[in-house]
């Protein structure tokens, strides 16, 4: 039993440093999921040992058990979540964006709506433009696709602009 959570904990701690180096969330979660193992384990152990002196024990133990299972969920779909979802990039990140945009157009352009979503090993960025209203559809469509184009080339970064009118 004992070398089965010192296994474990081995196992939690090179998924997590594997994870951490590659950027891999599947490793990250595989290494919780080591740990979580490992925890209860170690609860079975106790409740074992001491469940017979008192009769409590085994239902703190099973709660324990419940909370670590929980919060382990929780660490996983918090951070696979956002970074599906988007989650709003960095105030420097956002700065340079907004260098990009203001360096390459003309027009005044108002930026907002800024994410940044993550796909594996790939980042793209979403976010929108406002535009004069009387411009031209195909000038304003225009004026996305080069601003997409100038950040993949910058920033190596698939961006989505979507144009609405001031």
Known sequence: FIVSVIAKEGLTQFSMRAGKKINSQSLIADGWHHRSDALVSLMILVGIFIGEYFWWVD???????????????????????????????????????????TNNVSHDVKLHHLHSHKYGDNRELTFHIRLPADMRLEDAHKIAEELEEKIRKEKNIETTIHVEPI
């Open 59 to 101: 239902s703190i133990m099973g709660i324990i058990v419940s909370l670590v299972i929980f919060y382990t969920t929780y660490i996983i779909l918090k951070k696979s979540i956002s970074t599906l979802i988007g989650e709003k990039p960095s105030e420097d990140f956002e700065a340079e964006i907004r260098k990009i945009v």
